[in-house]
């Protein structure tokens, strides 16, 4: 298996206060991304980055911003939640360009009242 | 913008019958992949389909791929309970710094 954690795996937070979601991977992999999974939607593409500092919108990225200042690192932050961003968070990184093959953490359940 | 459609949505499928669902995508691309998760968890992945008429196989799902026709094909033989759960697909967008679309997800569940 991928060694892909996130943390933390549950959060319950309220409207207008900032959370930070971390993912941290001992794989060395280049490309890091950061999807929202919602019901009706499939896995929506958020932010990614496909090395140290350099990072780039997805489909979904209006209120979320990221940072990557080391390899093994990539940062989701709501800089002020709202109850739209109740999802549950995916990271997910690849380091085979050939494949371009996926391997997803195990998820991060924001709940925003 | 790269769409990926998946269909059906939600599928009831028998125990010991065959099945076929589909993957369609909207703009040329050479790669495409299926997931599959089980409720709660992560996505794990299934198959890499690299380029036109690739077959692959794990037990008794098959996976395919026709990038004429922006088609995927996933096959389920003699569908059993373990393979309750959802599958996406998704499919790399072209140029540099390419990144996965998936598809809604399609989830099947087996009865007896």
């Known amino acids: 298996d991928a060694g892909i954690t996130q943390s933390p795996r549950h959060k319950v937070t309220e409207t207008g206060t900032p959370v930070t979601l971390r993912c941290h991977q001992t794989e060395n992999h280049r490309y890091m991304y950061w999807y929202r999974q919602d019901p009706g939607h499939g896995l929506r593409l958020i932010h990614y980055s496909y090395g140290v500092k350099d990072t780039d919108k997805g489909e979904v990225s209006d209120g979320y911003s990221v940072s990557r200042s080391k390899t093994e690192d990539f940062l989701l932050t709501l800089e002020s939640a709202t109850s739209s961003q109740t999802s549950v968070y995916f990271c997910?990184?690849?380091?085979?360009?050939?494949?371009?093959?996926?391997?997803f953490g195990e998820g991060s359940r924001l709940t925003v009242l | 913008e790269l769409k990926v459609e998946q269909n059906p949505l939600f599928l009831s499928m028998q125990e010991g019958k065959n099945y076929t669902i589909y993957c369609n995508y909207s703009t040329t691309s050479d790669r495409l992949y299926w997931y599959r998760q089980d409720p709660g968890k992560s996505l794990e992945s299934l198959f890499v389909l690299l380029s036109n008429g690739a077959v692959k196989q794990e037990g008794r799902l098959m996976a395919s791929l026709d990038t004429k026709a922006r088609l995927s094909t996933l096959h389920i033989t003699a569908a059993v309970h373990d393979l309750s759960a959802t599958y996406f697909c998704a499919v790399t967008s072209t140029g540099a710094n390419s990144k996965l679309t998936f598809g809604k997800g399609i989830t099947l569940s087996v009865r007896p």
């Open positions: 997910a990184i690849s380091g085979q360009p050939n494949t371009g093959e996926l391997f």
